[in-house]
């Protein structure tokens, strides 16, 4: 599975990756500078009436709400877990059997890189998106590319990659 012949290395590795991280993550801050221009200081925007609204909100915690006013605490560990994924993307053999994981590695990267901007730059996160039927807390488009690619990997993980050897390329011993 691993031996397979590598798609792409080197510049043309990296371009793979850097182009769609830079593309989603624009989308994600496109979306987020829309949604303070055009909800900032209103009621919002009903889509789908008692299920979907947009309506904004400044974050200033992390998911849930969790850790709020921790922005210092909340910026290393998004530039830790950036660290990792580029480090899990650089290490991942370049072949056919590894692009869901290529792809989804990206996706994540992205989400996590879109919500670091915002508390880099802002000091809070800029969230719009609110499911009024389940009253789910309100995100952001980063956060639907850091959930849905996180779940992907797991399904992934538990249903293609299962063999002891598929994550070899993750050891530090390991050759490359």
Do not use: H
Request: with cysteine.
């Amino acid at each position: 599975m691993t031996g397979q012949t590598p798609l792409f290395s080197g510049k043309k590795a990296l371009l793979f990756w850097i182009l769609p991280v830079i593309g989603l993550t624009l989308v994600d801050q496109l979306t987020k500078y829309l949604a303070v221009v055009f909800l900032k200081n209103t009621s919002g925007k009903v889509l789908i009436p008692g299920v979907l609204e947009l309506s904004y909100l400044e974050n200033r915690g992390m998911a849930f709400g969790m850790l709020q006013g921790k922005i210092p605490f909340l910026l290393i560990m998004c530039f830790f877990f950036l660290i990792l994924a580029l480090y899990i993307y650089i290490r991942m053999p370049k072949t056919a059997y590894y692009i869901p994981l290529m792809v989804l590695d990206m996706v994540v990267f992205a989400g996590a890189l879109g919500n670091f901007v915002d508390r880099f730059f802002r000091e809070y996160v800029v969230d719009f998106i609110y499911f009024s039927l389940i009253d789910f807390p309100t995100f952001n488009v980063a956060d639907i590319y850091v959930v849905c690619g996180g779940i992907l990997t797991v399904l992934f993980v538990l249903f293609k990659y299962k063999d002891d050897r598929d994550f070899d390329f993750l050891k530090f011993n390991s050759k490359r």
